[in-house]
C-alpha cells in the first residue's frame, strides 16, 4: 500500500476509456484534513462509523484525483436526486475543462474509488469475498433462473450482489433500479450487459480478501443544477467586458 492507499488494477481484457480504480483502510480522521467533505453533511451522521466512512471515502477520492491530475482543492462534490456523487468546479472558478466521473463505495473497513474519462459513468462496489447472504434474502435480490442459480450456489450471492450494486452505480440510480431487474451470468467475471437501452460493461474480481466489481458505460456523469445556466451566461458577460474576472472568489461549503 502506497501512501495509505492502493491502486487497484481490474482484469479488463477489452478496450476501454481511461479508468483508475483505489482503495484504502477505513479510519477516523480529522475534517479538516479532507478537502473534498462537506461539513453541512458529516454533522448529521449519528454513528462514528458512518462518520468515518464518508470521511475516508472523500479522502481517498483526493487522492484519486491528484493521481488522475486535477487539483482535488478545486472542487466539490454534488449528488443528483438518488444521492449519486459527481465533481464540479467550486462556484467562482469559471473552468470548463472536463472532470471524470466518480464512484464512491465502501465495506467492511475498506474505502474504494473509481475514477473515468468524461463521457462516461461508472461504478465500484466490493465485500468480503468470504461473506455470506441469508438465502432467504435471495429472492429480494433476483427472480426466475437467476433466483434458481443463485439457491444452488448459494456462495456465489455475494459476487453476484457488487456486480449488480456497481452497475446500479454506474447507472447513477443507487437501488432506485430494483436489483432483481438486473441479471448476470452467474459466475461470469467479464461480459457486456444492456439494460434500457443502455450498454456497460462488468468486471470482477477478487484482490486479496476482497471481491470487486467494476461496471462502466457511455453516460453523463455529471448532474447540472439550475445555478448551472445563471454562472454560464454570468461567464459569457464578463467575458464581453475589459474587466472581467476581477474580485472573483470560490466558495466551498467546507470548515
Given at each position: 500500500?502506497?501512501?495509505?492507499?492502493?491502486?487497484?488494477?481490474?482484469?479488463?481484457?477489452?478496450p476501454?476509456?481511461?479508468?483508475?480504480?483505489?482503495?484504502?483502510?477505513?479510519l477516523?480522521?480529522?475534517?479538516e484534513?479532507?478537502?473534498?467533505?462537506?461539513?453541512?453533511?458529516?454533522?448529521?451522521?449519528?454513528?462514528?462509523?458512518?462518520?468515518?466512512?464518508?470521511?475516508?471515502?472523500?479522502?481517498?477520492?483526493?487522492?484519486?484525483?491528484?493521481?488522475?491530475?486535477?487539483?482535488?482543492?478545486?472542487?466539490?462534490?454534488?449528488?443528483?436526486?438518488?444521492?449519486?456523487?459527481?465533481?464540479?468546479?467550486?462556484?467562482?472558478l469559471?473552468?470548463?475543462?472536463?472532470?471524470?466521473?466518480i464512484?464512491?463505495?465502501h465495506?467492511?473497513?475498506?474505502?474504494?474509488?473509481?475514477?473515468?474519462?468524461?463521457?462516461?459513468?461508472?461504478?465500484?462496489?466490493?465485500e468480503?469475498?468470504?461473506?455470506?447472504?441469508?438465502?432467504?434474502?435471495?429472492?429480494?435480490?433476483?427472480?426466475?433462473?437467476?433466483?434458481?442459480?443463485?439457491?444452488s450456489?448459494?456462495?456465489?450471492a455475494?459476487?453476484?450482489?457488487?456486480?449488480?450494486?456497481?452497475?446500479?452505480?454506474?447507472?447513477?440510480?443507487?437501488?432506485?433500479?430494483?436489483?432483481?431487474?438486473?441479471?448476470?451470468?452467474?459466475?461470469?467475471?467479464?461480459?457486456?450487459?444492456?439494460?434500457?437501452?443502455l450498454?456497460?460493461?462488468?468486471?470482477?474480481?477478487?484482490?486479496?480478501?476482497?471481491h470487486?466489481?467494476?461496471?462502466?458505460?457511455?453516460?453523463?456523469g455529471?448532474d447540472?443544477?439550475?445555478?448551472?445556466?445563471?454562472?454560464?451566461?454570468?461567464?459569457?458577460?464578463?467575458?464581453?467586458?475589459?474587466?472581467?474576472?476581477?474580485?472573483?472568489?470560490?466558495?466551498?461549503?467546507?470548515v
Amino acid at each position: 500500500m502506497k501512501e495509505g492507499f492502493e491502486i487497484l488494477e481490474p482484469p479488463i481484457t477489452k478496450p476501454a476509456p481511461r479508468l483508475l480504480c483505489f482503495r484504502c483502510p477505513v479510519l477516523s480522521r480529522n475534517l479538516e484534513e479532507v478537502v473534498l467533505a462537506n461539513v453541512d453533511e458529516v454533522s448529521t451522521f449519528a454513528m462514528q462509523k458512518r462518520r468515518d466512512e464518508h470521511l475516508s471515502g472523500r479522502w481517498l477520492l483526493a487522492q484519486a484525483l491528484d493521481v488522475w491530475g486535477i487539483n482535488p482543492s478545486e472542487l466539490e462534490i454534488r449528488r443528483n436526486q438518488y444521492r449519486a456523487p459527481s465533481l464540479a468546479y467550486l462556484r467562482g472558478l469559471w473552468k470548463n475543462t472536463a472532470l471524470p466521473s466518480i464512484s464512491i463505495g465502501h465495506s467492511e473497513g475498506w474505502a474504494y474509488v473509481a475514477l473515468i474519462e468524461n463521457g462516461w459513468t461508472v461504478g465500484i462496489d466490493g465485500e468480503p469475498d468470504e461473506r455470506r447472504i441469508a438465502e432467504n434474502a435471495f429472492d429480494m435480490m433476483a427472480s426466475g433462473e437467476e433466483l434458481q442459480q443463485l439457491r444452488s450456489n448459494p456462495h456465489m450471492a455475494i459476487r453476484t450482489w457488487t456486480a449488480k450494486e456497481a452497475l446500479q452505480k454506474a447507472m447513477r440510480l443507487g437501488m432506485n433500479l430494483n436489483p432483481r431487474k438486473i441479471e448476470f451470468p452467474i459466475g461470469v467475471k467479464e461480459c457486456n450487459f444492456s439494460i434500457e437501452n443502455l450498454n456497460f460493461q462488468l468486471v470482477s474480481w477478487t484482490h486479496k480478501e476482497a471481491h470487486i466489481s467494476l461496471a462502466w458505460g457511455e453516460g453523463d456523469g455529471y448532474d447540472s443544477v439550475p445555478e448551472d445556466e445563471l454562472l454560464e451566461r454570468t461567464r459569457m458577460a464578463m467575458e464581453n467586458t475589459d474587466s472581467w474576472g476581477v474580485g472573483c472568489s470560490t466558495t466551498r461549503n467546507n470548515v
